[in-house]
């Protein structure tokens, strides 16, 4: 079976190399010549019974004409990619680039064509894409992901350029649309321009190396009732808003042995004549746990990407009320990264986020013992989850016999919304289901 996929990877890797490259070179009158091309040769081959050979000869004739005349394009360019730090997955992405001709000769009909860093899979991830896809679908039904190629970061457009003077300068305004979170790696860009027949096009490049990170989709959340209340914390507001010590102000009192230097009340000690400190106490406040199942055979797919913009739109909601967020998920690793008040901020949740990958090599254990481990100091759960199945409920029931309040979200696909809350069957305000391409609109209706 494996065998015959590597042929199939193989088939994959160079038919989408062709139609990348023909897509570029071949304006659509290009495109439809090549296409009649094929069929006139095809059909051709019986010259005593039809003409069609005649339109092969013409065909060639002018792309073969198209071609050589292409080939006499030797302008030269410099490039500038005024590009944002961060774009976000199903945004457009706007930014501008600078051009300047480094010819003597003006220079008329350009596109730029930006290039991107090869975003095909290695065989790998597409032969576990392919198994995933043959289990969950029936024999000759063709998903709406395979239509859509899950591996494509971006869409790119073609941008016109204005005519450029000789050694002169323009600015282009362009607008690309990221389709899927993680690094987007510019290589370089293109500048084209089709031959006199308006056929076939010839390339001038630029190598311009840039990256921009594609934050994931978030969507909009009402004001939820978060689990969890107030809890105190080892450290207190030194762990919250600064990284040494430094708590709460509560009151003066006279100096005790062993108080640090530092907290000692120069004015007061002045006016009373006597050693003079600061008391601090720690401080009790509200600590989230948001937890990210990544547990999935499907590296690519469409429940793991919901379930992270899922977690980075609870993110942006927790990070902006007054308390601490702790992201827990596994990866090559297990990982808790925290933030709020001080220690962090949406924008670098996000950009963790981004980078999530599935984790297909290690059982869901992982993840239960490290929530568990990490229960104690936190006030309240956040689930997202991938499945419902035993694993994932044992999680849940275990954090409510530590007697902390969990929020469950669970990720479907279509249609596949009705499922039995299990342990949160006596609190199904704490449980919610939520079917891919109608996430926004279930969000939208919590309260």
């Not at 469409?302 to 990070?319: D, M, N, P, Q």
Request: some cysteine; charged content about 25%; hydrophobic content about 45%.
């Amino acid at each position: 079976m494996k065998p015959i996929y590597r042929v199939l990877y193989l088939i994959y890797r160079a038919g989408s190399s062709l139609w990348y490259r023909a897509r570029r070179r071949f304006t659509l009158a290009g495109r439809c010549a090549a296409g009649g091309l094929v069929v006139a040769a095809a059909v051709g081959v019986d010259v005593e019974n039809n003409v069609m050979y005649q339109e092969f000869a013409l065909l060639l004739a002018l792309l073969v004409a198209a071609f050589a005349t292409s080939r006499f394009f030797r302008a030269k360019y410099s490039a500038a990619r005024v590009l944002p730090r961060f774009g976000t997955a199903g945004k457009p992405l706007p930014y501008r680039v600078r051009l300047k001709n480094l010819t003597g000769q003006p220079q008329t009909g350009l596109t730029l064509l930006e290039n991107f860093a090869d975003a095909r899979p290695s065989f790998a991830e597409w032969f576990a894409f392919q198994l995933a896809e043959n289990k969950r679908l029936r024999p000759f039904q063709v998903s709406e992901r395979r239509r859509n190629n899950p591996f494509r970061l971006v869409k790119p457009v073609e941008v016109p350029v204005p005519p450029l003077a000789p050694r002169g300068e323009t600015e282009v305004d362009v607008e690309i649309l990221p389709l899927r979170r993680g690094m987007l790696r510019f290589t370089g860009m293109t500048l084209a321009r089709p031959d006199p027949l308006g056929l076939f096009r010839a390339f001038s490049r630029v190598s311009l190396p840039q990256t921009a990170l594609i934050l994931p989709k978030r969507y909009w959340l009402p004001p939820i009732a978060l689990p969890g209340t107030m809890k105190y914390q080892q450290g207190g507001v030194a762990l919250a808003a600064n990284i040494g010590r430094s708590e709460e102000f509560v009151s003066l009192r006279d100096y005790r042995r062993g108080d640090p230097v530092r907290h000692i009340h120069w004015r007061s000690w002045a006016k009373a004549g006597r050693p003079i400190v600061k008391e601090f106490e720690d401080e009790f406040f509200v600590r989230h746990a948001l937890v990210l199942d990544t547990f999935t055979d499907e590296p690519h797919g469409e429940i793991l990407e919901e379930a992270v913009s899922v977690a980075a739109s609870f993110a942006c909601t927790v990070l902006t009320q007054e308390s601490l967020l702790d992201l827990l998920f596994v990866g090559a690793e297990s990982y808790c990264f925290t933030a709020g008040r001080g220690l962090g901020h949406a924008d670098q949740m996000l950009e963790i986020l981004a980078s999530v990958r599935a984790c297909a090599d290690k059982p869901f254990a992982a993840l239960e013992h490290h929530v568990i481990a990490h229960a104690s100091v936190v006030s309240g759960c956040i689930c997202v989850l991938q499945k419902w199945d035993e694993p994932r409920k044992k999680l849940v029931e275990k954090l409510r016999a530590l007697r902390l309040p969990v929020l469950v979200f669970v990720i479907a696909l279509s249609g596949k919304s009705e499922l039995d809350a299990g342990p949160l069957r006596s609190e199904p305000g704490k449980f919610h289901v939520l079917e891919a391409g109608k996430i926004e609109e279930q969000l939208a209706a919590l309260s």
